[in-house]
């Protein structure tokens, strides 16, 4: 059974994660709250039956130049100081649950959460910061786009993901 996706709560243990990323793990134990409670981020985890906490990601707001776009999609938008996006700002799968696609899970969510709020609040892209390499390598298989001068920040269009998710469900 997958495991169920909820907003981080105070009966959530989080003790025993561990991703192989010590700065996410100690975010996740140490700060994730006082980031909730602050109204910087939202925190939602994966909760295993069995295991408890196996993953978890942030949503933030966010906003970001014309000028931090590639060239293609710039020209296309009009010419606000910012541009509108939600942050995937961490999201990581406890390396007890490696394998079991948990982290495409978390996104899969994480996309489908920011849609649903693009109802009401304009957003013109999601962005994640991915920590290393093969993270930022896990998001453009998804389609992600880097930064033209940042390659860990990268970005997918709000209608590309409605489209990518809208056709993983059918």
């Not at 700060?31 to 978890?56: C, H, P, T, Y």
Request: glycine share 6%; no cysteine; charged share 25%.
């Amino acid at each position: 059974m997958p495991p169920v996706i909820e907003p981080l709560g105070r009966h959530h243990d989080r003790s025993g994660f561990s991703s192989g990323q010590p700065a996410l793990d100690d975010w996740l134990r140490h700060r994730a709250s006082q980031d909730e409670k602050r109204n910087i981020a939202r925190v939602f985890v994966a909760v295993d039956g069995d295991l408890g906490v196996v993953g978890f990601y942030s949503l933030s707001t966010f906003t970001f130049s014309l000028d931090d776009l590639p060239e293609e999609v710039s020209r296309k938008l009009p010419r606000y100081d910012a541009i509108p996006a939600a942050l995937i700002g961490r999201l990581a799968r406890d390396l007890r649950v490696r394998g079991r696609r948990i982290g495409e899970l978390l996104l899969a969510d994480a996309v489908r959460r920011i849609l649903d709020a693009s109802r009401s609040v304009a957003v013109f892209a999601i962005v994640v910061e991915a920590k290393d390499e093969p993270a930022a390598a896990f998001y453009r298989g998804f389609g992600f786009i880097s930064f033209p001068a940042r390659a860990r920040r990268l970005f997918l269009p709000t209608p590309v993901a409605a489209a990518a998710l809208s056709s993983a469900i059918k």
